[in-house]
């Protein structure tokens, strides 16, 4: 009777002890299975970051926000300023549109510019081509003739950056403002007919916004160029 209650007691052991190791392979496991669900996660929120960055990336900042006016010399047949308007692209986001952030490249089939950006008016809005001019002369410094109303041309090339519709007084373009980049000839590289007006814009976010377009005739003032 004893040897049968020693192999009973036996077996019990052995029992347990395998309940014991099952369990143990079972926590593995599941620590095993929760690592490998963590990094999908991290993969998965990895891969997230990667898409929205490159979306981010492809889709412009801005865009051209209306037709592109010039203002002209109908004697001579030149065009002395191109105002490009700009405002936020759908869905963009506020772009900082300072010096230090910006730039402008300017080109046609002789010149070439890699940065014409001279500055921004950020003080209030600009209702017409004439008094942005004025300011960005007088104010700003960048030119030295305004190239609408002036008797000289100006004595280098200059893009110039103005507010039509400003809500905050800075040199942030945000949603609902309206900005103006005004591209001003050197009097030796004004645009005539059947030119062409090459740029971009080149700003942190995004692609360059390029800007093209072919200079008509030039029988008024008021140029427009689509």
């Not at 645009?191 to 360059?208: C, N």
């Amino acid at each position: 009777m004893n040897l049968i209650r020693k192999g009973k007691s036996r077996r019990g052991v052995i029992g347990v002890e395998s309940a014991i190791v099952m369990i143990a392979f079972v926590i593995v496991a599941a620590a095993l299975a929760f690592v490998v669900l963590n990094m999908g996660f991290s993969a998965t929120q990895k891969a997230k970051t990667a898409i929205v960055a490159s979306l981010d990336e492809s889709s412009s900042t801005m865009e051209i926000a209306g037709k592109v006016t010039g203002s002209g010399s109908p004697i001579q047949g030149k065009l002395n300023v191109t105002a490009v308007p700009l405002k936020l692209a759908a869905g963009g986001t506020a772009v900082n549109l300072n010096v230090g952030t910006m730039a402008v490249k300017y080109y046609t089939g002789t010149v070439q510019y890699d940065n014409i950006y001279a500055g921004i008016l950020t003080s209030g809005s600009y209702q017409n081509l004439t008094t942005a001019m004025d300011a960005a002369k007088n104010t700003g410094g960048w030119i030295n003739v305004n190239p609408v109303t002036g008797n000289t041309n100006p004595n280098a090339t200059k893009a110039v950056v103005y507010f039509s519709v400003n809500r905050n007084n800075n040199a942030i373009l945000d949603d609902g403002e309206h900005a103006v980049l005004a591209i001003i000839y050197r009097g030796s590289e004004r645009p005539q007919a059947l030119d062409a007006i090459k740029a971009e814009t080149v700003v942190p976010t995004g692609p360059p916004l390029s800007i093209e377009r072919d200079v008509p005739n030039i029988t008024s003032k008021v140029v427009d160029l689509g």
